[in-house]
Structures are given as C-alpha cells and as structure tokens.
C-alpha cells in the first residue's frame, strides 16, 4: 500500500513519479483487461460444454469425454484467473475475504494453528493490547494414504502345578489367514479397483511410493480372497430382484483374456436393476450383476430365474425370444434406444427430425410426472401421450411404405414399429418408465472400468468383478460409503457370518 511518507518533496521529482504510476496503471490495465478477456473465452467454453451435456443433443459427446474436456478448460480457466491476480497486483489482504466456516463436514478432525503478531503493544500510545476479535478460516487439508501397522499380542498362559497346561486366545479371524492385510486394506483395495478404476498395478506404484512393497498378485489374491466371502451377498441381490414385479435389464462387453489364442474374447456383464422411486413406490433400489462367457438369450434366462412381471429393456433379440418362452415376462421397450437411431440421421433426414421432436414431447410429458403415483402417470399418459404415441405410428407406417428397406432410415423405423407393443406399455402401466436409462446408469461404471482395466485377465476374473461391483453399486444406491461398509461387512464375514443370515449384512441395512 503507498502511504504518505513514500512520496517524494521535490515538485519534478513528484511528477515523474505520477507518470511512472499512470504508466504502470495502464499496463496493468491492459494486462487486465487481457486475462478477463481470456476468462470470458474460457468461461463460454464451459458454458458450451455444459449445454451440450444437458441440452436437447445431449447424446453428442460420451459423458466421461465430456468431464476430460471440462477438465482441461477449468484448469486453463483457473490459471486465468491467477494471472489476472497477478497482473493487477492483488494482495491477500486486498482480496474480498470468502467465510467457509461450516462448509466443510463436522466429522473432520481440526488441526488448529494461530497466527499472532508477535508485538503486542499499542504502537501509538505504548500500552498493551487486548484481543478484540478474531478471524477463522477453515481450509481443506489431507494427509497421503497413511499406512499403519495394527500389532496383534496374544499372552501364553501356564500353570506352575501344570506344565502341561497352556492357555492363550485364539487368534482372531482374518479373510487373508496368515497374510499381512486387515479387511481394512483389503476393502481399499477393492473400492480403488472397482469403483475409482485403478487397476492393481496402478494401486501397487501408489503404495510403493509410501515404502509399502506390495505386488500385484498378492492384490490379485486378497481381490479373490474377499470375492468368494461377497459372493453369497450378490446371489442374495439377486434372488431379491427376481422377486420384483419389474425389473430392468441390460448388458455390456467384457473383454476377457483368451490363453493360448494371444488375443481377447468377448465375454459380457448382464445388469439386473429395480429403482421404483419415479412413481413413489416404497421397495429398495437395488442392481446386481452377473458375468457370462457370452450373449445367449438362455443367459438371461437362467440369471432371472423364475421372475415374473415387466422386463424393461432394449431392442436385442434374446429378450424377444425369453418372453416368448416365459409367458410370465411382459417386455417394456426403451424409447432412447428408438430416439438414438433417428438422433442419427437427423442432420439429413426431416423425416428423423420430425419423429424426434414427437419423442421430444412425450419426454416432456414424463419430466412432469415423475415422482407422482402411478395411477397419477397412468392417467396423465392417457389424457396427452396416446395421442402423441398413436399419431407417431400412423406417421412412421407412412413413411415406411415409402422409404426403402435397405435404407438406414427404414431400418430405424421398422425398429420402433416391430417393437410398438413394448414401447407401449408404459401407457397403461404407470409403473413403467419410458425408457431403460435406469439400468443405463449402473452399466456406465463397469464401461468406465472396462476403460481403465482394458480386460479380465479370465472368465472367473469377470464374475469377480460383477460380485464387487455388485455390492459397491448398492453401497452407491443406499448413499453410503463402500469403503467402511465393505471393511465392516469383511470383518463380519471373517468371523463366521451365518451363510443363511446374509441378508442382514445388506447394504440399505445400514441406513433402514
């Protein structure tokens, strides 16, 4: 700050120094003016990423690119910002003062430090100060995973009269018998893979940087280990979902190593999904997963057992021909699948763009009613939707007579119109969804570790993987924290947990 006493007597003396202020003024002003300019052009970057992400096409970018992108930007847009800081000479104490207090959780520890002048006497009159008054400000802080060593001791016990008799307490269970990891460690372990993407070897570079050397395959071991404990947990979830009266499914690819051959193999992960909370129904949402080495229609099958009710789910044949076999399955089709196939075409085809802005209209309709009773949607759809979905069919059976079979157009129209009565359903059922984004939702972290994992190194690796991500989605669904529900959940599975009792070590246990 320039005080008084800076100024200098002499008047030419002074004059140089106010043109020397004025031209360090307007460089700073035109520095400014520079970084704010660079700020707004970031800022409408992000602007433009976010309306692509919630805008009517959003379905342009893969929402994990578009969180890369958004990265980037509000890096570039943060260095902006200290540069502008910079080039207008903002000191600390010059920058408006921003309160946290309370915006970070209670449950942190506070480390508290205070920062005191060191001379605490009037510097007018001599005499000594008194405090007034404080300012508190709360920063987030962290410590680097910290390793501890847990020592267990275990006293040996005889008698002086009895040299034969020896006493001590059994040693307490572990899920890695005779191995260095409490379930703790092992819980870690399995959130970092299957829920934060970091393959093992990723994790073993992170814990050598602490001192810890531990190699890949003994992470691989403690994963098996815990997944043959969690396997009675996910089998448990689904057996629930197949008692449901509507469910979702869906599946995605899993590469999986193929020995012998040097190549991969195209295993998949079927999701089964409930989540009734759209029409205010009061069951658990609840997903599991299950690997299979391949596509069959009979997979699914056998992975629903002998459920009965509606089955939401997309356009491949093997539900089509599991409904036909099983009379107790009624299909419900996705109406994003059909907007996809159009979304397509729409930049050539006014036909494409007319069936979207028809989809468009019943989406709207939905965001309406969503949270309301079923009977509630069910009649709201009665009174605005038939009318939209029976004059697109009667659009689309025009437009097919017209447009060649051969024709990605056609193709996509006599994909809606083959699958009408699913698409329909959720007319008459307010229970049903207009589409299957439900389970969507719950495939996208097994993409995202497809992703970060490449592929299963086998068949057996892949159920693994639907066993853990299983219970890590649920842990997700009834908001709670994976990690100290599996570290609890292993402890109690270590120390014998009755195999016919392993409901009551669900997740939504913790929070019913």
Known sequence: MLMEADLPEDVEALRAFALEQSRKLAEVTAAKGEADAEIERLQSIVDAFMRHRFGARSEQLDPDQLQLGLEDVETALGQARAARDAAIGQSRSDRPRKVNRGSLPAHLERIEQVVDIEDKTCPCCGGALHQIGE??????????????????????????????????????????????????????????????????????????????????????????????????????????????????????????????????????????????????????????????????????????????GILQVDGYGGYTALAKRRQQIVLAFCWAHVRRKFYELADNSPVAVEVLQRIAALYKIEDEVRGASAEQRQQIRHQRSRVIVDDLRTFLETKNRQVSAKAK?????????????????????????????????????????????????????????????????????????????????????????PANSVGELMPWIAVA
């Not at 680097?144 to 009269?161: D, N």
């Not at 759209?278 to 997963?289: K, N, Q, R």
């Not at 992703?451 to 299983?470: M, P, Q």
């Open 135 to 308: 300012d508190v400000a709360e920063r987030l802080d962290v410590v680097p995973i910290t390793f501890r060593v847990l020592v267990t001791r275990r006293p040996r016990y005889g008698c002086r009269a009895c040299e034969g008799a020896v006493v001590q307490a059994p040693a307490p269970a572990r899920i890695v018998e005779g191995g260095i990891p409490t379930e703790a460690l092992i819980a870690q372990v399995l959130v970092a893979k299957y829920a934060d993407h970091l393959p093992l070897y990723r994790q073993a570079q992170i814990y050598a940087r602490q001192g810890i050397q531990l190699d890949r395959s003994t992470l691989a071991d403690w994963v098996g280990r815990a997944a043959w404990y969690l396997r009675p947990l996910r089998d448990h979830i689904l057996e629930r979902l197949r008692r449901s009266e509507r469910l979702f499914a869906d599946e995605t690819t899993a590469p999986v190593l193929d020995p012998g051959h040097g190549r991969t193999k195209t295993g998949q992960l079927w999701a089964y999904a409930r989540d009734d909370r759209p029409w205010g129904g009061d069951t658990l949402p609840m997903v599991a997963y299950v690997y299979a080495a391949d596509r069959k229609g009979e997979r699914a099958e056998a992975h629903l057992g002998n459920f009965a």
């Open 409 to 497: 157009l056609g193709k996509a129209i006599r994909y809606a119109l083959t699958r009408w009565d699913g698409l329909s359903r959720f007319l008459d059922d307010g229970r049903v969804d207009l589409d299957s984004n439900t389970v969507e939702r719950s495939i996208r972290p097994l993409a995202l570790n497809r992703k970060n994992a490449l592929f299963a190194g086998s068949d057996e690796g892949g159920d693994n993987w639907a066993v853990i991500a299983t219970l890590i989605e649920n842990c997700k669904l009834s908001g709670i924290n994976p990690n100290t529900w599996l570290t609890q959940t292993l402890e109690k599975l270590a120390n014998g947990h």
